[in-house]
């Protein structure tokens, strides 16, 4: 299995988030990608880079005012003589305008995202322009004949939806797989979101359409990031009704009631009969995770790997939250290694 990973993810840093009643620095750190890095080379796992893709494929799943505020937004805000993370102060809750974009600066930001948790830095776009590459170099590696690819994406993507960032996301990695793949050959695919957070933003993206199936697995939002959506009842709408799935799961979730959720999903899955699977791969859910609440331990992570190579479709993998640093690592390269093994 190749992975595909760019060093540009390094540009994103030195942001702070909200967290606790305090700014502190981010949780989504250079680190992370660092230590996935070394344990996917200490196994000999190829690293290729990313293809040096059109930004205008971005279009497939993105607003293009959207990405244009992206490419811009660092700048606008230098421009005002500011030089700390770019927070929003503000948003369009319910009984204010929902039909403008403000010209400013702030207003635009409110605007655009939707979490006061997802600093924009100098170098943000740089490095989500790369994530975004790595995820549909992947897509490219398996559409042209590769059982699986993983890309080994930074900053995540799966918070980011066809007009907004958050959640320490900004593009939708996974979601411009999937449409990669249903560019190249695939009339049919599915997404299986398996970070701790629901992913609102594939969601978001593929409600209305009935060629990709998205399943999630996720802690409870009555509790949990991101609190607005991932419900058991929402299921998709007009023609894509029936092709959202939904597994919310309580605080405190272990591997056993986990995998039986997992089971569902990958039913779920097969019914679709897709053509080929994208994996949103985050590992928040391990125990030592410091802002999540599951239970996995780093055993689980091949046993997970063993159950997606189960599906038996061409897979891209694409790497999502997972915060426990230290061994972030060696989940990730657990999930990839049994995946490998069993599709040997
Ligand atoms: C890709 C991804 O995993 N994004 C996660 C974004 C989470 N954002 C902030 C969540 C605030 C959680 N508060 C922590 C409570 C600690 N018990
Ligand atoms: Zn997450």
């Known amino acids: 299995m190749r992975v595909v990973h760019s060093p540009l993810h390094a540009r994103h840093d030195g942001g702070v988030e909200l967290h606790r009643g305090a700014l502190v620095p981010s949780f989504e750190s250079p680190a992370r990608a660092q230590f996935i890095l070394e344990a996917l080379q200490e196994r000999r796992f190829p690293i290729v880079p990313p293809r040096d893709i059109p930004e205008d494929r971005l279009q497939g799943v993105h607003d293009g005012g959207f990405v244009e505020f992206l490419r811009?937004?660092?700048?606008?805000?230098?421009?005002?003589?500011?030089?700390?993370?770019?927070?929003?102060?503000?948003?369009?809750?319910?009984?204010?305008?929902?039909?403008?974009?403000?010209?400013?600066?702030?207003?635009?930001?409110?605007?655009?995202?939707?979490?006061?948790?997802?600093?924009?830095?100098?170098?943000?776009?740089?490095?989500?322009?790369?994530?975004?590459?790595?995820?549909?170099?992947?897509?490219?590696?398996?559409?042209?004949?590769?059982?699986?690819?993983?890309?080994?994406?930074?900053?995540?993507?799966?918070?980011?939806?066809?007009?907004?960032?958050?959640?320490?996301?900004?593009?939708?990695?996974?979601?411009?797989?999937?449409?990669?793949?249903?560019?190249?050959?695939?009339?049919?695919?599915?997404?299986?979101?398996?970070?701790?957070?629901?992913?609102?933003?594939?969601?978001?993206?593929?409600?209305?359409?009935?060629?990709?199936?998205?399943v999630s697995l996720h802690a409870t939002p009555e509790s949990e990031y991101p609190y607005f959506l991932g419900y058991a009842d929402e299921r998709g709408a007009g023609r894509g009704e029936g092709c959202t799935l939904n597994l919310p799961l309580p605080l405190g979730t272990r591997w056993q009631e986990y995998r039986a959720a997992l089971d569902v999903a990958l039913a779920a899955i097969a019914r679709h009969a897709p053509d080929a699977l994208v994996v949103s791969l985050g590992v928040d859910t391990f125990e030592a995770d410091p802002i999540s609440g599951f239970r996995l331990t780093c055993s689980d992570y091949s046993r997970l790997g063993d159950h997606l190579a189960a599906a038996h479709l061409p897979t891209v993998l694409v790497q999502e939250g997972g915060y426990a640093v230290a061994e972030i690592g060696a989940n990730v390269a657990g999930v990839l290694a049994a995946f490998a093994d069993r599709t040997l």
């Not at 170098?123 to 559409?143: E, H, K, Q």
């Not at 059982?147 to 994406?153: E, V």
Request: some cysteine; proline content about 4%; hydrophobic content about 40%.
């Open 72 to 214: 811009g937004a660092w700048a606008r805000w230098t421009a005002g003589g500011r030089d700390g993370s770019m927070l929003p102060s503000g948003f369009p809750a319910r009984g204010l305008r929902q039909d403008h974009c403000p010209s400013g600066i702030n207003g635009a930001m409110g605007w655009y995202t939707f979490d006061a948790s997802t600093p924009i830095v100098a170098g943000t776009w740089d490095a989500a322009l790369a994530a975004a590459r790595s995820a549909m170099t992947a897509a490219a590696l398996v559409a042209e004949g590769d059982s699986a690819a993983y890309a080994l994406c930074r900053p995540p993507g799966h918070h980011a939806g066809r007009a907004f960032y958050g959640g320490y996301c900004y593009l939708n990695n996974a979601a411009l797989a999937a449409q990669h793949l249903r560019d190249h050959g695939c009339a049919r695919v599915a997404v299986l979101d398996v970070d701790y957070h629901h992913g609102n933003g594939t969601q978001e993206i593929f409600w209305e359409r009935d060629d990709v199936l998205f």
